[in-house]
């Protein structure tokens, strides 16, 4: 079975911290991905890499950025965590062209 | 872009009725359609995909239909159980990497005992 990972299910942080939020896979999957879900909207994509070191912008990237310096893992950092960053994140990962594996998601609440 | 529209918002059925959730796309271009599940405190999970070149697609008693001229496609559950209970999400996709997966704002399903 795919196993995707997040480094926490819940995380309080102040507003102005640096936040860190950890995915790893085990699939040897080539693309990663970060959304964040929230009530009547969905899934937005944040992020996506599709290969180390590289990455690419999704639809909401501001106050966002990304680190991918091995396979498995893909790293969403907020500079500056502000309380409109309150949000379910969501990490998963894919093979070229094909289904996501989602993780089991962060719950962040900034204050 | 893509947008993605999903009905009804909420649904609720009594066990063993069959359940209706319907997506519109705009972009005639997005080619592979999956449906997510997600439960309560976890991550989605694929239940049942299609791409555009099929009109039908049956798992167990999950099914998903396309229609590509009108741009819209549904996912059927037939003989509901109570743990069918979740958030459904569509998604429409046409690129190579999958990073143009637009999601539906998804349908919360109650299957009432």
């Known amino acids: 079975d795919v196993k995707v990972t997040q480094s926490s299910r819940y995380l309080v942080k102040r507003t102005g911290e640096k936040v860190f939020l950890e995915c790893v896979q085990d699939?040897?999957?080539?693309?990663m991905f970060w959304y964040r879900q929230d009530p009547g909207l969905g899934l937005r994509l944040i992020y996506f890499?599709?290969?180390?070191?590289?990455?690419e912008k999704g639809d909401i990237p501001e106050g966002y950025s990304v680190s991918r310096e091995k396979k498995e893992r893909f790293s969403l950092i907020l500079e500056s965590a502000s309380t409109n960053q309150t949000s379910m994140y969501l990490c998963?990962?894919?093979?070229?062209?094909?289904?996501?594996?989602f993780g089991p998601g962060t719950r962040l609440t900034v204050t | 872009g893509e947008n993605v529209e999903q009905h009804p918002s909420t649904l609720s059925v009594q066990e063993g009725d069959s359940a209706v959730i319907k997506c519109t796309y705009s972009?005639?271009?997005?080619?592979?359609f999956p449906w997510y599940k997600q439960e309560l405190g976890k991550g989605p999970q694929l239940i049942i995909d299609?791409?555009?070149?099929?009109g039908e697609k049956k798992d167990q008693r999950i099914a998903v239909t396309l229609n590509k001229t009108a741009k819209h496609f549904s996912l059927h559950i037939t003989e509901t159980q109570p743990e069918d209970s979740a958030v459904y999400f569509c998604?429409?996709?046409?690129?190579?990497?999958?990073?143009?997966?637009?999601f539906g704002p998804g349908t919360r399903l109650s299957v009432l005992p």
């Open positions: 998963a990962s894919s093979w070229q062209g094909s289904k996501q594996y």
């Open positions: 699939m040897d999957h080539e693309n």
């Open positions: 890499s599709y290969d180390v070191k590289m990455k």
């Open positions: 972009d005639s271009a997005s080619n592979y």
């Open positions: 299609i791409r555009s070149n099929v």
């Open positions: 998604a429409a996709s046409k690129g190579n990497y999958g990073q143009n997966f637009v």
